[in-house]
């Protein structure tokens, strides 16, 4: 996944790079008589959504998404934007290698996400003057922040009737527990920064591509942070079910079989007796005590087209030098 990322903004920046070639004659240019002028546009915004942190992803766990924004021009080459929008990030640690520490483990998530952003554009080449007279291909850069609500959900252990659970809730990691941290807050603070392509299609609508990165401050979009607990420290045997899930023998989501015979071979075994005097078998490094997670924040990433209308003009701009 991380290979993905680093591909992905390689792409667009290349891509920013030929953009940014491409204007300069033209920036040199006289530019248009008449001052800049200011205008709002709104837009939709369809997504592909891919996630990073503790619980494996791919290419092949790409979800949904769709945002709606309203933008002000504020200048030649400023722009301020409002998104509210919708998505889905998941992940599964089943489709990690086979001899892999997160395939033994074999959580899963999936998570939608409520966002709401706030962020500045800023084009490579401006566009003086009005409205229709801005230029056919721009490269953008921007960066803002915004706010998301999330709610990570596991699947059970697969059955004929297949159901998704609040893990927050469940307090997989001992959150809430004496002794234990309080749980997670599902709304977190998020940083986009990102590029993006726009090309005008006509005197009111543009096109564009776009690529983002959103920063969480969370550890827990997908619900692993922290170390495995006690089971007997956990309220229900479902939180104990989900906290610990190197021993289920079918993959939760996809029904796949799991070598837990194997598993045992490679890592070994060993019985903890909890708190409660139950006896708790544990794959070795993935018992009590041991990471369940990495530390770090987790993000996401967000690829997507979108159109905008340009539906009020002749607005005033600030006077922005930039």
């Known amino acids: 996944m991380m290979d993905y990322c680093y591909k992905h903004v390689t792409f667009f920046t290349c891509l920013l790079l030929l953009g940014w070639a491409s204007v300069q004659n033209t920036v040199a240019q006289r530019r248009p008589f008449g001052e800049t002028e200011g205008y709002m546009s709104f ?18 766990l790409t979800r949904p998404g769709v945002f709606l924004h309203a933008t002000r021009k504020l200048g030649e080459r400023v722009h301020a934007r409002l998104s509210i929008g919708v998505g889905r990030i998941m992940g599964n640690d089943i489709k990690a290698e086979e001899n892999s520490f997160k395939y033994a483990r074999n959580l899963n998530f999936r998570n939608d996400l409520k966002e709401i952003t706030l962020v500045g554009t800023y084009d490579i080449a401006g566009s003086p003057g009005r409205f229709f007279r801005r230029r056919g291909f721009t490269p953008y850069v921007l960066g803002g922040i915004g706010i998301v609500h999330h709610s990570p959900k596991g699947h059970a252990e697969a059955t004929s009737a297949a159901r998704w659970t609040d893990l927050q809730a469940l307090g997989t990691e001992g959150q809430g527990r004496p002794g234990y941290d309080t749980p997670y807050s599902k709304v977190q603070v998020v940083v986009p ?13 543009d096109f564009a591509i776009e690529a983002s990165v959103r920063l969480s401050l969370t550890d827990y979009l997908d619900d692993v942070g922290g170390n495995f607990v006690d089971p007997s420290d956990l309220n229900s045997d479902l939180a104990k079910s989900f906290a610990n899930r190197s021993f ?9 079989p799991r070598n837990v015979g ?15 005097g139950n006896a708790y078998e544990n794959l070795n490094n993935l018992g009590v005590g041991d990471a369940r997670g990495k530390k770090g924040k987790d993000i996401y990433i967000v ?6 209308y340009i539906i009020d003009t002749g607005l005033s701009c600030p006077q922005l030098r930039w």
Do not use: C, P
């Not at 920064?193 to 609508?205: E, I, M, S, Y």
């Not at 194997?262 to 409660?276: A, P, V």
């Open 43 to 60: 837009g939709i915004q369809l997504n592909a959504m891919n996630f990073k942190g503790d619980v494996y992803s791919d290419l092949s």
């Open 193 to 205: 920064l990102g590029v993006g392509l726009r090309w005008k299609l006509n005197r009111r609508w």
């Open 248 to 256: 289920e023998a079918i993959g939760a989501i996809n029904r796949t």
């Open 262 to 276: 194997q598993l045992r071979e490679q890592y070994g075994s060993t019985t903890y007796t909890g708190f409660d």
């Open 303 to 308: 690829t997507g087209f979108h159109f905008t």
